[in-house]
T-cell receptor, first 113, second 113 residues
Framework: DVKVTQSSRYLVKRTGEKVFLECVQD?????MFWYRQDPGLGLRLIYF???????EKGDIPEGYSVSREKKERFSLILESASTNQTSMYLC????????????FGSGTRLTVV | DQQVKQNSPSLSVQEGRISILNCDYT??????FLWYKKYPAEGPTFLIS?????DKNEDGRFTVFLNKSAKHLSLHIVPSQPGDSAVYFC????????????FGKGTHLIIQP
């Protein structure tokens, strides 16, 4: 069964901490994405990557960075966590030619206190 | 500005009846439209899609209709079942492959027994 695995289901971090959210996929997908989901705002794209070491800003990249050193792994980094980054973070991956192949992970619920 | 809009935050439907979820978009360059279903504490899962060159796509109990002139699409679920209770996200894609999906804010569908 194909999978997108997010390393943590729940995280609690302090304001100002550097936070790493990890995502691994086992489908050899080229494309990987980070979204955040907030009530009343839906899913918003933070960053995406279409190849190793490549990254593109999504709609709300401010306060975030990403790293893709290996094809299967896409990391989201909060350089200095703030309370407005409390959210559900969802990682997804897709194959370049298959629009149906957006597979999401189960999400990481991050709380910044 | 929001390019994909779901104007109903929630919808309540009786079991066995038809559920109709609506979505409007502003960008006429979108190539594909997709519906995702999300249960609490899980990632979204792909439900059904439609190409911009079609006006209808059907898969079992689920049918998506596209009205390009009105920039409107809808998802019909017939008959509605208790397991359909979830948040439904409308999403749009500018081109196949690497671009991230643009999501609406979601509609919470509640199926009442």
């Amino acid at each position: 069964d194909v999978k997108v695995t997010q390393s943590s289901r729940y995280l609690v971090k302090r304001t100002g901490e550097k936070v790493f959210l990890e995502c691994v996929q086992d489908m050899d997908h080229e494309n990987m994405f980070w979204y955040r989901q907030d009530p009343g705002l839906g899913l918003r794209l933070i960053y995406f990557s279409y190849d190793v070491k490549m990254k593109e800003k999504g709609d709300i990249p401010e306060g975030y960075s990403v790293s893709r050193e290996k094809k299967e792994r896409f990391s989201l980094i909060l350089e200095s966590a703030s309370t407005n980054q409390t959210s559900m973070y969802l990682c997804a991956s897709s194959s370049g030619q298959n629009i149906y192949g957006y597979t999401f992970g189960s999400g990481t619920r991050l709380t910044v206190v | 500005d929001q390019q994909v809009k779901q104007n109903s935050p929630s919808l309540s439907v009786q079991e066995g009846r038809i559920s109709i979820l609506n979505c409007d978009y502003t960008n006429s360059m979108f190539d594909y439209f997709l519906w995702y279903k999300k249960y609490p504490a899980e990632g979204p899962t792909f439900l059904i899609s439609i190409s911009s060159i079609k006006d209808k796509n059907e898969d079992g109990r689920f049918t998506v209709f596209l009205n390009k002139s009105a920039k409107h699409l809808s998802l019909h679920i017939v008959p509605s079942q208790p397991g359909d209770s979830a948040v439904y996200f409308c999403a749009a894609l500018l081109r196949r492959g690497a671009d991230g999906l643009t999501f609406g804010k979601g509609t919470h569908l509640i199926i009442q027994p």
